[in-house]
């Protein structure tokens, strides 16, 4: 039986309101807090909205796309490279609520990627990727069906030069922009290397917020300069029109990869925000890389709250709080080594320092130490790691221990995959958290894979709780090679 | 300056690009769109087949080797430019954790992938507090224009 104990009159930590019961989930949580007069009674009479599309006409749509694709494409089918990737999960969970309700959860969710290649034999592909969700039970999310539009583009890629062009929603990310949008994109590079690459459209956003808009139009490009193997360097320039803290965001940016000598490597990134006038976020990194075995990298990595989440459209970034204070600066020193002693067997380390400009939250340090063995022709994975931080304030402070293993004897495949946490300051008056995942899966066919999950998790928010999730796994195609 | 300006602009952009691209782009091959032979599962090593320098990403093999360093910063990779991911990866596969909207965390998408670098294990409702104090840009990279309607539920 699938249980979950739920504490009642729970102080969340760094919420400004006590909530009259909390129900969560290992994917996800939401709080119902006596001032939202969504419940009643203790009954649940639906959760908030957001200002977002539900999606509730996505699902729809998403099945008549994978439908129909093929016969849209039918004309150019016999040049054509198709495939295309269905992922179902059915989830299950329970929620005992305060009064003794209990809800029960049953998403299912269809997750869609096709990919059309080589379109009537010229170098054009379309790219599509979207999700949608039924609840067969309970509403989990914001009403009984949702959904989202991930991508849907046309792409040209040119035969030389690597030059191309995307139409539609796409995501993207080059230089400063690092956008989902619904427009144009190009990029072309001259024989002397250097290059240009611009992009505009509407952007794809989201707020969390009822009663706040997105921003209207979103464009910008890059130039840049690159020689193979040696050097690539760019400006870049982003502009969006929106409701920002009142004001366009508009930013101004640098990149760079310089191979200084064979092994080794220098990047560097700096975004400049014009909107209120700092340096948003600057990150350098020195890489060394001798070989297939060996990397090891150190770097300096600094941002500005009030510069670099000036865009954001999720309040936590943008209004000074108890949690953040947007007048905060970070500067962080890190590195990173990862070392095949032997093959298959894999030794990573990890650490980082993190400094504040204010005493809180403080600054803390981040230590990482892992091991990992792969064997079965690189099919399976055994993996241990251990994380420390420690930090000025004891409230940031925790241990972190996690061991996972896969195994996949013939056309069977099971993975265990157990992760403790231990906090210096108990939360919600626990100290320690456990989340166990098993999995169990069978290849049915090349192409059809079946697994289903069960979670177990026990922590601050989670007294016992178990979650069961089943999983489909479609991957058709048409052309040879690679699977995507 | 109108609001269809820009959209103006850009479109007469492209169209220019367009014009001096097809004439003026250079003679390096382009990286196919799609890996030409099948991978082995598990972490790719491209320098088990290919050396020095890519056609896509004009970068040594090396660069893009997918060790714990690699994965801990492609972004400053993929900035600029994605052609050789594309080769190997769909689109669809950055947006597993870069999406707009989306109520599954990655690792319960692929709670049989635990090999994977999935954010969020365990129940990081607890932990994300800790994180978001301490280094609040590494939530912001995607969270800060996401809609998660579960967010609001505190963050008002």
């Known amino acids: ?484 | 300056m109108t609001r269809r300006a820009p959209f103006a602009a850009v479109f007469g952009a492209v169209l220019i690009a367009l014009l001096v691209g097809c004439s003026a782009v250079s003679q390096t091959p382009s990286v196919p769109p799609k890996h030409p032979e099948e991978l082995p599962a598990g972490r790719v090593d491209c320098l088990e087949c290919h050396k020095d320098v890519s056609t896509g990403a004009l970068k040594p093999y090396a660069s893009v080797r997918h060790s714990r360093v690699f994965i801990d910063s492609h972004g400053t990779y993929a900035r600029q430019g994605q052609n050789l991911c594309a080769s190997c990866h769909a689109p669809a596969f950055c947006q597993t954790c870069h999406a707009g909207k989306e109520e599954m965390k990655p690792n319960t998408k692929m709670g049989d992938r635990p090999d994977r670098r999935a954010p969020h294990r365990g129940d990081y409702l607890i932990t994300h507090r800790i994180d978001g104090r301490l280094d609040p840009g590494s939530c912001f990279r995607c969270h800060g224009n996401k809609n998660d309607s579960r967010c609001k539920q505190c963050h008002k």
């Open chain 1, 1 to 484: 039986m699938i249980r979950s104990f739920v504490a009642s009159n729970h102080r969340i930590p760094d919420c400004r309101f006590w909530v009259s019961k909390i129900v969560v989930d290992s994917g996800g949580f939401f709080f119902e807090s006596m001032f939202i007069p969504n419940t009643v009674l203790g009954v649940r009479m639906g959760r908030p909205t957001t200002v977002i599309s539900s999606g509730k006409r996505l699902l729809p749509s998403i099945v008549a796309i994978s439908l129909l694709l093929p016969l849209l494409l039918a004309g150019t089918a016999r040049a054509a490279d198709l495939s295309v990737s269905s992922s179902t999960y059915l989830r299950y969970y329970e929620r005992e609520l305060a009064g003794g309700n209990k809800n029960t959860f049953a998403p299912l969710y269809e997750y869609l990627s096709a990919d059309a290649a080589n379109l009537g034999g010229a170098p054009v592909a379309f790219h599509f990727y979207g999700w949608g969700r039924v609840d067969l039970s309970d509403p989990s999310g914001s009403g009984k069906e949702s959904g989202d539009l991930g991508s849907a583009y046309l792409e040209y890629l040119h035969p030389k030069g690597n030059a191309q062009m995307k139409l539609g929603r796409f995501f993207l990310a080059e230089g400063v922009a690092v956008e989902t949008l619904d427009g144009a994109f190009f990029k072309v590079t001259t024989p002397v290397g250097i290059g240009i690459s611009g992009y505009g459209g509407a952007p794809v956003e989201q707020s969390i917020l009822d009663n706040t808009s997105k921003g209207d139009s979103l464009y910008g490009g890059r130039v840049f300069f690159v020689r193979p193997g040696f050097v690539e360097m760019g400006v870049s320039y982003l502009k969006e029109k929106g409701p920002f803290q009142g004001k366009d965001r508009e930013l101004y940016g640098g990149d760079l990869w310089l191979r200084v000598a064979p092994p080794v490597e220098f990047t560097a990134q700096a975004t400049y925000n014009r909107s209120t006038r700092g340096m948003a976020s600057q990150r350098y990194a020195l890489r060394v890389v001798p070989g297939s075995r060996f990397d090891i990298s150190a770097g300096y990595e600094a941002y500005s709250y009030k510069d670099l989440f000036q865009t954001a459209l999720h309040p936590i970034f943008i209004t000074p709080s108890a949690v953040i204070d947007n007048t905060d600066k970070v500067q962080t020193i890190f590195g990173v080594l990862d070392w095949e002693v032997v093959s298959g067997l894999t030794f990573e380390l990890a650490a980082k320092n993190i400094r504040h400009d204010k005493a809180n939250p403080g600054n803390a340090n981040r230590g990482e130490a892992g091991v990992r063995y792969t064997f079965n022709d690189k099919k399976d994975v055994f993996g241990l790691s251990a994380a420390a931080v420690t930090a000025d304030r004891d409230e940031n402070e925790y241990q972190e221990f996690r061991g996972f293993v896969s195994f996949s004897p013939a056309k069977l495949r099971l993975t265990l995959d157990a992760l403790t946490q231990q906090y210096k300051q108990a939360i919600s008056g626990k100290k320690n958290a456990h989340q166990v995942v098993a999995s169990a899966g069978y290849k049915v066919r090349p192409y059809l894979s079946v697994s289903g999950d069960l979670t177990y998790t026990q922590s601050p928010t989670f007294q016992q709780d178990y979650a069961g999730l089943l999983r489909a796994t479609l991957e058709l195609g048409t052309a040879t090679g690679g699977k995507k």
